[in-house]
T-cell receptor
């Protein structure tokens, strides 16, 4: 069966510091990968998605970037965090050809 | 511009009764709708989905209804159980080839009282 791993579970970072969140999927190949964010009291917003290695689509302008160095690895990064980057970050995947989106357990990021 | 709206932030029902969660959308290009359930500090879990060519889909205690003319969908949980207490998100997609590209509502917190 397929599983998705996301770490760390919680992170507290000062303003201006870098960020790297990692996500890996097991039990499938060539998945579509996604980064979503849930800000406090809001719904989930799509940040980035990737349909293959090195292929990244950005959905909203922001202080973040994403990379996909391997088929089942997806990384969310920032060079300098802002207070507004605080939120709950979720990695997710689907099978190519259509399937429901499946989420990891998320990372709670607090920028202080 | 909020394309998917869940106008009820919270809902409280008694165990054994029906829970009805509602969702409205504005984009007529949406053709695939989903409901997710989320517990605190966890990622959302897929519950049930419906294609725009259907008006009803049922899976055990969960039924999703779609009214395309009203641009409205609802999730019925019968009977409700205390373990159903969670935040429920509806989501919609206009991309058949990219079903992970979703627009989510703000969520409704369901509390099922024993």
């Amino acid at each position: 069966s397929q599983t998705i791993h996301q770490w760390p579970a919680t992170l507290v970072q000062p303003v201006g510091s870098p960020l790297s969140l990692e996500c890996t999927v097991e039990g499938t190949s060539n998945p579509n990968l996604y980064w979503y964010r849930q800000a406090a009291g809001r719904g989930l917003q799509l940040l980035f998605y990737s349909v293959g290695i090195g292929q990244i689509s950005s959905e909203v302008p922001q202080n973040l970037s994403a990379s996909r160095p391997q088929d089942r690895q997806f990384i969310l990064s920032s060079k300098k965090l802002l207070l507004s980057d605080s939120g709950f970050y979720l990695c997710a995947w689907t099978q190519v050809g259509g399937s429901p989106l499946h989420f990891g357990n998320g990372t709670r990021l607090t920028v202080t | 511009d909020q394309q998917v709206k869940q106008n009820s932030p919270s809902l409280s029902v008694q165990e054994g009764r029906i829970s009805i969660l509602n969702c409205d959308y504005t984009n007529s290009m949406f053709d695939y709708f989903l409901w997710y359930k989320k517990y605190p500090a966890e990622g959302p879990t897929f519950l049930i989905s419906i294609s725009s060519i259907k008006d009803k889909n049922e899976d055990g205690r969960f039924t999703v209804f779609l009214n395309k003319s009203a641009k409205h969908l609802s999730l019925h949980i019968v009977p409700s159980q205390p373990g159903d207490s969670a935040v429920y998100f509806c989501a919609a997609s206009a991309y058949p080839s990219n079903t992970g590209k979703l627009i989510f509502g703000q969520g409704t917190t369901l509390q099922v009282k024993p």
